[in-house]
């Protein structure tokens, strides 16, 4: 038995050292010798002092390749670290993608953090498709597999957003930016808000609908303004600028600068004194017009000639000052002449204008017709011959030389060059096809997508409204808990139907997107009803009418209500009439006659009651009145009366 026992611990003694043995071989194999973990340090130490393009760097990786795993992802993680630009990105996602399958978890979530920022500040705009979908990959990735702190999940959100609203989904952008503000707002991180209400802003605006991103912009204003962040509150204010002058609010404009101190704002941001100079005139101030850009000549050595003599001329021809434009046009003529002969590979065919001479020239040449100076007014717009007839789709150059060609065609109708007049009016109606086909393309998108985003709106705030309503009931019902003694009962029952609830909410509209999806497959030919649009639309308007009360509006028209709906005035019409039983004239003076029969027994004064509901005449009221209670008011008082 002895011998056994002694037997049993030489055997346990040799497997103990054999599988010491196999840790220490094992430890070093993976992390290797500390002749190695020398070596490691000085090339991570002579690589630091390497740029990322050099040569000798490349000849350094080289040795780094052939260190031990450890040592070889500790360094391609330091070089994945760097910030040397555009250029070296390239070798760095190498780097990234060669320690990937040597890395360990929490390395390789390091690793693609620093991939997913790389795609986002210098793929996201590459117009390589491929360099977005490894970009949602690493993104998609990094969601599914790694545990994410808050700061992490944020910067791999806003880097998917980045990317589909680069890919024009809009739709998929906002829900991610809307989750994000959400987020933001509950851990209180105002610069973060901002930069999410001006992200969405843009998308807003890209829509077209300006007002929406007005109204951001302002809240991202505001923001600025309450936690004195003075970098922010410029970038606010510049988006807000270019906002307002879209919607012609230039007078908003003027406050805004003159708010967020001119002069300091002016120095960052040369454009500040151009834009001022541009609402001034647009509000018919040529003198203070051009008093801002006498600012922006003097506070910025980047203005140019050019432009500066450009806006001035307009100043002029706004006032109808020929000789000061005639002098100020000289000047810009010859400042656009000297910046063509500079510039190289001009031929002399070649236009030495832009395009942003064209309105301005058209309109001096008009002012010279108008005061009977033919002969210069045609040698004007001969200078800009080339740019009325080269081709362009932009919208607002199709707009100038559509302008510039009407101009030019009644000079040359007054001089009985009808055979010129022929082919400028000729070449204005192409362009005019041209500009409406563009216009319309454009507009059918922009409703295509503000449909969408109304959706999205629609079904991200019914989310917030039920959640909301949800947090009120389990406050109310925590309340509850602390005073009853059968609380604990009623929070299961109360849980069990919530979670039906929202099972049966949830099956319905998985339901809904299943038929959507049905209808979207095949093309809008499916015979399922998914929603009934002009059933929704006067919906819409009944609700609009009712409590807003419109119907109290004399001038409230179907035009009217059409615009403020957003639609056209025979859908609307339509609608009215297919869901209301009646014209949209009746339809609305029930809601005037059912808002005088809820006050006809509280005034003696009829006439004006009617004026109140918004009847435009006492025989509108009259005839509605009969139609609607088979009787005078004075019968119907009677009979009250007696009743």
């Not at 923001?223 to 410029?234: F, R, S, W």
């Not at 029930?590 to 005088?596: A, E, V, W």
Request: proline share 2%; hydrophobic share 40%; glycine share 2%.
């Amino acid at each position: 038995m002895k011998i056994h026992r002694n037997n049993t611990k030489q055997v346990t003694a040799k497997v103990l050292l054999l599988l010491v043995l196999l840790c220490y071989f094992t430890f070093i194999g993976c992390t290797g010798s500390e002749t190695e973990r020398k070596k490691a340090d000085k090339l991570s130490t002579e690589l630091a002092q390497m740029p990322l393009l050099s040569s000798q760097f490349d000849s350094l990786m080289q040795q780094v390749r052939q260190l031990p795993p450890t040592y070889r992802v500790a360094i391609l993680l330091e070089v994945a670290s760097r910030d040397e630009g555009r250029k070296a990105v390239i070798k760095q996602e190498d780097c990234i993608l060669e320690a990937l399958p040597l890395a360990s978890k929490k390395e390789k979530k390091k690793l693609l953090l620093h991939l997913v920022d790389y795609y986002a500040r210098y793929g996201s705009f590459s117009p390589m498709s491929n360099v977005r979908k490894k970009c949602f990959l690493r993104v998609a990735e990094l969601e599914e597999h790694y545990s994410l702190s808050q700061e992490e999940s944020w910067a791999v959100k806003k880097v998917k957003a980045l990317i589909l609203q680069n890919l024009s989904e809009t739709e998929r952008a906002l829900s991610v930016y809307f989750e994000l503000l959400a987020e933001h707002r509950a851990a209180d991180k105002p610069e973060l808000i901002i930069e999410d209400l001006g992200s969405i802003a843009t998308i807003f605006s890209s829509l077209g609908d300006h007002e929406k991103a007005i109204s951001l912009q302002k809240e991202a204003y505001q923001l600025a303004v309450e936690h004195q962040l003075p970098e922010y509150q410029k970038k606010c204010s510049r988006s807000l600028v270019v906002g307002l002058y879209r919607l012609g609010k230039y007078a908003e404009i003027i406050e805004l600068y003159w708010k967020t101190n001119l002069d300091f704002f002016a120095r960052s941001e040369y454009n500040a004194y151009s834009m001022l100079a541009s609402c001034h005139l647009q509000l018919a101030r040529p003198d203070s017009a051009r008093f801002y850009l006498e600012k922006m000549v003097q506070g910025s050595a980047t203005a140019s000639d050019a432009t500066f003599y450009s806006r001035l001329a307009e100043t002029y021809l706004s006032e109808n000052r020929e000789d000061s434009a005639t002098a100020t046009m000289t000047k810009l003529i010859d400042c656009l002449r000297k910046e063509a002969k500079s510039t190289e590979g001009l031929s002399e065919a070649d236009s030495p204008f832009p395009f942003s001479f064209l309105p301005v020239c058209s309109s001096y040449a008009t002012l010279l017709h108008h005061n009977g100076k033919d002969r210069e007014a045609s040698e004007t717009f001969r200078l800009i011959v080339p740019l009325m007839e080269e081709f362009t789709e932009t919208s607002s150059i199709l707009a100038d030389q559509i302008d510039a060609l009407t101009r030019y065609s009644n000079l040359c109708r007054s001089l009985r060059q009808y055979e010129k007049v022929s082919d400028l009016l000729t070449r204005r109606d192409s362009l005019r096809d041209i500009y409406i086909r563009i216009i319309d393309k454009w507009d059918k998108k922009r409703v295509i997508d503000r449909f969408k985003t109304s959706e999205l709106m629609y079904t991200i705030e019914k989310q917030q409204t039920q959640l909301a309503y949800s947090n009120r009931i389990l406050i109310i019902v925590g309340v509850a808990t602390l005073v009853l003694g059968c609380s604990i009962v009623a929070l299961v029952v109360f849980y069990r139907q919530r979670r039906r609830q929202l099972l049966l909410i949830q099956d319905k509209e998985f339901e809904i997107e299943r038929l959507r999806t049905e209808v979207l497959s095949s093309g809008g030919n499916s015979s399922v009803p998914v929603f009934s649009p002009q059933e929704e639309l006067f919906r819409t308007a009944e609700r609009k009418i009712a409590t807003e009360r419109l119907f109290l509006n004399k001038e409230l028209s179907l035009e009217l209500l059409a615009r403020i709906l957003d639609t056209n005035r025979s859908y609307l019409s339509s609608a009215v009439n297919s869901h209301s039983g009646s014209n949209f004239n009746q339809w609305l003076n029930d809601y005037r006659i059912q808002y005088i029969l809820a006050r006809i027994h509280t005034t003696n004064d009829l006439i004006h009651l009617a004026d109140e509901a918004g009847f435009a005449s006492l025989n509108s009221f009259y005839r509605n009145f009969k139609r609607c209670t088979g009787m005078t008011p004075n019968e119907y008082l009677k009979q009250a009366i007696t009743a």
